[in-house]
């Protein structure tokens, strides 16, 4: 009825951000925001944090490698890069609960087009047999 054809469309703008597949995602997260600093958690990826809370020295070399990283405070810009080759709704928020509840986070829906066509792996079949034999 509202003329919706995908799950982002039903959600206000600047909540899901659609990512195409295999490319590196560079993401910049400044410090300083009330409730600083802020525990970020990525789902579906680990990531290279290239730029730490507390520097200014960006190391694309041999970055620690995470889940979560801090914001820091103001003047910080931490930065993280990931690749885009885990398909599917992946969750980024913080740590903090009642930050999540106010709404602290956002969803990276990657390579869109093969999660709608369907990617179950032949695994899933096995499951649940019976369901299987009857449908």
């Given at each position: 009825m509202s003329g919706a054809r995908s799950a982002q469309d039903l959600l206000p703008a600047g909540n899901v951000y659609t990512l195409p597949r295999n490319k590196t995602v560079e993401l910049i997260i400044p410090g300083g925001s009330v409730g600083s600093p802020?525990?970020?958690?990525?789902?579906?990826?680990?990531f290279d944090v290239v730029r730490s809370a507390g520097s200014s020295v960006y190391n694309y070399l041999n970055p620690v490698r995470r889940d979560v990283v801090s914001t820091g405070y103001t003047g910080d810009n931490v930065t993280i890069r990931f690749t885009t080759n885990n398909p599917g709704p992946w969750f980024l928020h913080c740590h903090i609960d009642w930050h999540l509840?106010?709404?602290?986070a956002i969803v990276f829906a990657e390579d869109v087009g093969s999660i709608a066509k369907g990617m179950e792996p032949e695994e899933w079949k096995e499951l649940c047999p019976m369901y299987e034999a009857a449908h």
């Open positions: 802020h525990p970020f958690h990525l789902h579906g990826h680990n509840d106010n709404g602290l």
